[in-house]
Antibody
Framework: EVQLVESGGGLVQPGGSLRLSCAAS????????MHWVRQAPGKGLVWVSR????????SYADSVKGRFTISRDNAKNTLYLQMNSLRAEDTAVYYC??????????????????WGKGTTVTVSS | QSALTQPASVSGSPGQSITISCTGT?????????VSWYQQHPGKAPKLMIY???NRPSGVSNRFSGSKSGNTASLTISGLQAEDEADYYC??????????FGGGTKLTVL
């Protein structure tokens, strides 16, 4: 079964750091680009970051650029999000998601077809 | 990067059709055919319903269809069913960052 399981969320004070993990199983993790998407309580989805299959290329939303770092360990089938200088507005459920590979085998970089259940990050004093 | 603009809510009766709009700019929706739609039920992870403006992933009902005109994309759900009640989000590739989502639309099946 294809599965993504996030962990590492919790309560952290403003200015603090947290590292999220996303364990992948049931597919060849090293072949897929991956994304992080977050959702503040009662709010909509917000794209956070993406990484290519070998970890050599990354992109970030302006709101987290310079504070968050996405990375991956293909040997451990795990995606990470290192979050530093956390702010109250970073409070959200954080989802990791796998990019879609369509029926023709084409990688669809901008679409996410497998999602984890999310991990909750709360930034508060 | 500003979120794409969606109506906050839409509603329809079982069997009817509804359309949800998603308005962006020439830097995202209008400039590329990389528009997608996600369905999210309360407390659940999002589910990809439409990609590349109008393509359905395997397993998604053909009651869901997508289109685009200029800077506005649309999701149409025909033959509305109770289980379609959910939040719907559009997203697009954007030249300014990578991906941007809409603010979400709550669909109520009356």
């Amino acid at each position: 079964e294809v599965q993504l399981v996030e962990s590492g969320g919790g309560l952290v004070q403003p200015g603090g750091s947290l590292r999220l993990s996303c364990a992948a199983s049931g597919f060849t993790f090293s072949s897929y680009w991956m994304h992080w998407v977050r959702q503040a309580p009662g709010k909509g989805l917000v794209w956070v970051s993406r990484i290519n299959s070998d970890g050599s290329s990354t992109s970030y939303a302006d709101s987290v650029k310079g504070r968050f770092t996405i990375s991956r360990d293909n040997a451990k089938n795990t995606l990470y999000l290192q979050m530093n200088s956390l702010r109250a507005e970073d409070t959200a459920v954080y989802y990791c998601a796998r990019v879609l590979v369509d029926s023709y085998g084409r990688i669809q970089y901008y679409y996410m077809d497998v999602w984890g259940k999310g991990t909750t990050v709360t930034v508060s004093s | 990067q500003s979120a794409l603009t969606q109506p906050a809510s839409v509603s329809g009766s079982p069997g009817q059709s509804i359309t949800i709009s998603c308005t962006g700019t020439s830097s995202d929706v209008g400039g590329y055919n990389y528009v997608s739609w996600y369905q999210q039920h309360p407390g659940k992870a999002p589910k990809l319903m439409i990609y590349d403006v109008s393509n359905r992933p395997s397993g998604v009902s053909n009651r869901f269809s997508g289109s685009k005109s200029g800077n506005t994309a649309s999701l149409t759900i025909s033959g509305l069913q109770a289980e379609d009640e959910a939040d719907y989000y559009c997203s697009s590739y954007t030249s300014s960052s990578f991906v941007v989502f809409g603010g979400g639309t709550k669909l109520t099946v009356l």
